[in-house]
């Protein structure tokens, strides 16, 4: 089991920068990458971006440049991804979902909404 924790969300002006962060706890030996999605109200869940364990990245085409994704690692018992967000748009609000990829489901987050005001 994962535990997956999301902070991080919040009210920010169209052009303004937000950081998500997303702890993960567990068996986080099974983790092979860590991830946020969105999803915006009456759509379907998003890809935003993705890093896997030995560092690649994947970002949705419309966040390249502005958005950047990292993971730390504390003592081999926690994982934290980041999702730095610059230059938002009020298109990208929603909830923001962190995901753990593991072999079988992956594990999700409570979500954590992100309102972007133009």
């Known amino acids: 089991q994962v535990q997956l924790v999301e902070s991080g969300g919040g009210l920010v002006q169209a052009g303004g920068s937000l950081r998500l962060s997303c702890t993960a706890s567990?068996?986080?030996?099974?983790?092979?990458?860590m991830g946020w999605y969105r999803q915006a109200p009456g759509k379907q869940r998003e890809l935003v971006a993705t890093?896997?364990?030995?560092?690649?990245?994947?970002?949705?085409e419309s966040v390249k440049g502005r958005f950047s994704i990292s993971t730390i690692s504390r003592n081999n018992a926690e994982t934290t991804v980041f999702l730095q967000m610059n230059s938002l748009k009020p298109e990208e609000a929603g909830v923001y979902y962190c995901t753990a990829i593991v072999p079988g489901p992956n594990y999700w987050g409570q979500g954590t909404q992100v309102t972007v005001s133009s």
């Open positions: 567990g068996n986080i030996a099974s983790i092979t990458a």
């Open positions: 890093r896997s364990n030995g560092g690649l990245k994947d970002y949705a």
